[in-house]
């Protein structure tokens, strides 16, 4: 590992893979209706089970971050903009899928329009996280003095 904060492979795999599945049945999920296409019942509920059994992964995945990969890049002020609004869209599309599950039904309307804001906003900071890399000496710190303070 010599970049800091980089996952190793397994973790970085199982990451993508609940991020992807998450974000891609909750695409699916918003553009149907958009479309206009019809979409049986039980093909509605299997998207959203899927959504709802991805959004576990998830959360999964944001724990296996926290401890290093989280704070490694906030020591080294790398990414830190996009790491925080990753992390603030995160919570709000929790708290928004526990209300949607659970909330009262007067609030439905504006808790799906929340989540839906929130979905396509981290999904472009997730991407920009990704791929966008802050050149500069900073991000590429000496990984032991980094790794010392991390634990």
């Known amino acids: 590992m010599s970049r800091l904060g980089k996952m190793p492979s397994w973790q970085r795999s199982f990451i993508l893979s609940s ?8 695409l699916v999920y918003f553009f149907f209706p958009q479309l206009q296409l019809y979409v049986f019942i039980p093909a509605s509920r299997f998207i959203l089970a899927t959504h ?8 999964i995945a944001l724990g296996l ?7 490694a890049g ?15 869209c995160l919570l709000t599309l ?5 209300l949607l599950y659970y909330g009262p039904e007067p609030l439905r309307d504006l808790t799906l329009l929340a989540h ?9 900071f997730f991407l920009s996280h990704l791929f966008i890399r ?5 991000s590429h710190q000496n990984m032991a003095s980094i790794s010392l303070r991390t634990r």
Request: hydrophobic share 55%; glycine share 14%; with cysteine.
């Open 52 to 59: 709802g059994i991805s959004a576990s992964f998830v959360l």
């Open 94 to 98: 929790i708290g928004s899928g526990f």
């Open 65 to 71: 971050v926290l401890p290093f990969h989280l704070k």
């Open 19 to 26: 991020f992807f599945l998450c974000a891609l049945s909750g």
């Open 134 to 138: 802050r050149k500069g000496s900073r």
């Open 116 to 124: 839906y804001v929130f979905g396509f906003l981290f999904i472009g």
């Open 74 to 88: 906030w020591l080294a002020k790398s990414n830190r903009l996009s790491g925080v609004f990753q992390i603030v």
